[in-house]
């Protein structure tokens, strides 16, 4: 039995669907920091969508690496790396970028539906006084510094914006210029791969440091789950797990030790998180597959799953621990299960 002793933990689970949008013509912006869901303190999300040329301005984060994944439509990105390396790239539905902490980028919105993607940051305070963008900073900036740091007069660089921007639109056609590449691609094709786990019941696409280098704070992915299938109990060691419902409805339980848990129902543009190391299950609840983006605060991907727990143990100590027959518990997997599936 549960008892109701929620009230004593934080939420774990925020609709984004409530929250303001940040409209400007090009694009908006939705936003979930540790301000607004006070249990995220270690990762943010962002949910962006931009028409067709319109370009998130050039701009870094002071505190936070950013990752980003393409929920639908093409998007093109530049940044540039403290060794003077640049890389643009195009991305599609199911690609992800990661760009290391306070490395310089931007984000362009292409045809021919425009894009959305979500953001997501390992540091829940990225925002707050921590995103600098290139208008806000020239328009800080004493003039006459600007107009000798640019070589241009002071006339000439009058139409300078006297505020950040943040969303603009691009008018003309872009020419790139001959680049000084980066060794490491910020660029990594998610669903075009095969699913790291693939099992009776759901599947998991994942990004880590190990396939996508550059990505050395955080890894992610997609997580389908067919109706009524579990991902299992289980918990990771080294990072917080933060998702967003992109289609579907979950459950997700959270156990916080001490007697302490919390049973969370989320649907489509929900997210939920969960701290490290505390235990936690998902369940797909509706009547259709489940969508889920899930994204670590660490570039390593660790989990220790109750199956394979419970299976690498003598048969006596768990029968002992739990005050089961022997023979009950001889009936458990004897391996990890990972994803339980929901047919019988
Ligand atoms: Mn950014
Ligand atoms: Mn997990």
């Known amino acids: 039995m549960t008892s109701d002793n929620s009230s004593k933990l934080p939420e774990f689970k925020f609709s984004l669907a409530g929250q303001k949008a940040r409209e400007l013509p090009m694009g908006w912006a939705k936003q979930a920091t540790v301000m607004d869901f006070p249990v995220s303190k270690n990762i943010a999300g962002v949910l962006m969508y931009l028409k067709p040329q319109g370009l998130r301005e050039l701009h870094w984060h002071a505190n936070a690496a950013e990752w980003g994944y393409v929920i639908s439509g093409n998007v093109r990105t530049t940044i540039i790396n403290p060794e003077g390396q640049y890389e643009t790239n195009e991305f599609r539905e199911g690609d992800i970028w990661y760009f290391p902490r306070g490395h310089g980028h931007s984000i362009e919105g292409l045809g021919p539906d425009g894009t959305t993607f979500m953001l997501v940051f390992d540091n829940g305070a990225f925002s707050e006084f921590a995103t600098f963008s290139i208008t806000d900073w020239l328009a800080q900036t004493p003039r006459e510094i600007v107009s000798k740091n640019l070589n241009a007069d002071a006339a000439d660089i009058k139409g300078l914006p006297d505020k950040e921007v943040y969303i603009v639109e691009i008018k003309d056609k872009l020419v790139n210029k001959k680049l000084n590449s980066s060794p490491l691609t910020h660029k990594y094709s998610l669903l075009s791969q095969n699913p790291l786990r693939n099992c009776d019941g759901g599947k998991l696409w994942l990004a880590s440091s190990k396939v996508f280098p550059i990505s050395s704070t955080m890894s992610g992915g997609i997580l389908l789950l067919e109706p009524e299938a579990l991902r299992e109990l289980h918990w990771h060691?080294?990072?917080?797990?933060?998702?967003?419902?992109?289609?579907?409805?979950?459950?997700?339980?959270?156990?916080?030790?001490?007697?302490?848990?919390?049973?969370?129902?989320?649907?489509?543009?929900?997210?939920?998180?969960?701290?490290?190391?505390?235990?936690?299950?998902?369940?797909?609840?509706?009547?259709?597959?489940?969508?889920?983006?899930?994204?670590?605060?660490?570039?390593?991907?660790?989990?220790?799953?109750?199956?394979?727990?419970?299976?690498?143990?003598?048969?006596?100590?768990?029968?002992?621990?739990?005050n089961l027959p022997d023979e009950i518990v001889r009936k458990f997997s004897q391996k990890e299960t990972f994803i339980i599936s929901g047919k019988k």
């Open 237 to 322: 060691p080294n990072a917080d797990e933060w998702l967003y419902v992109i289609s579907g409805k979950i459950r997700l339980t959270v156990f916080a030790s001490s007697g302490l848990s919390s049973v969370n129902e989320l649907s489509e543009n929900d997210i939920g998180y969960t701290p490290m190391g505390y235990g936690h299950s998902i369940e797909n609840t509706g009547d259709e597959e489940c969508k889920l983006l899930i994204v670590f605060n660490s570039g390593v991907y660790e989990e220790i799953s109750l199956s394979s727990w419970l299976a690498s143990n003598p048969d006596e100590l768990i029968a002992a621990n739990l």
